[in-house]
């Protein structure tokens, strides 16, 4: 069964730090292009970072430059997304998608979610 489980998120006050986990399950993670996508209430869902297949990293949300990196482990078959100096408008539930893929993309353009992890920046 092919599935990315998120892990990571809870409840930090503002200018904190939090890394989240995407591991993978059922397929391999080197061959894809890995995004995470947030969507706060009432928002659309929208992008913050993207690492390619390949290697190097696309900011898909301006607002999280500077504070957030994108990574992967190969040998643990994971992303991590670490966050710092969080803002309150961070707040949202957080996923992960695998696109098979070297580039990065929209949304539509991903084969695999996770379930969410929720991320609440609050004092």
């Known amino acids: 069964q092919l599935q990315l489980v998120e892990s990571g998120g809870g409840l930090v006050q503002p200018g904190g730090s939090l890394r989240l986990s995407c591991a993978a399950s059922?397929?391999?993670?080197?061959?894809?292009?890995m995004g995470w996508f947030r969507q706060a209430p009432g928002k659309e869902r929208e992008g913050v970072l993207c690492?390619?297949?390949?290697?190097?990293?696309?900011i898909y949300a301006d607002s999280v430059k500077g504070r957030f990196t994108i990574s992967r482990d190969s040998a643990k078959n994971t992303v991590y997304l670490q966050m710092n100096s969080l803002k309150p408008e961070d707040t949202a539930v957080y996923y992960c998608?695998?696109?098979?893929?070297?580039?990065?993309?929209?949304?539509?353009?991903?084969?695999?979610w996770g379930q969410g992890t929720q991320v609440t920046v609050s004092s």
């Open positions: 690492i390619r297949s390949s290697g190097g990293s696309t």
């Open positions: 059922g397929f391999t993670l080197d061959y894809y292009a």
């Open positions: 998608a695998a696109r098979l893929a070297d580039y990065c993309s929209g949304s539509l353009e991903y084969d695999y």
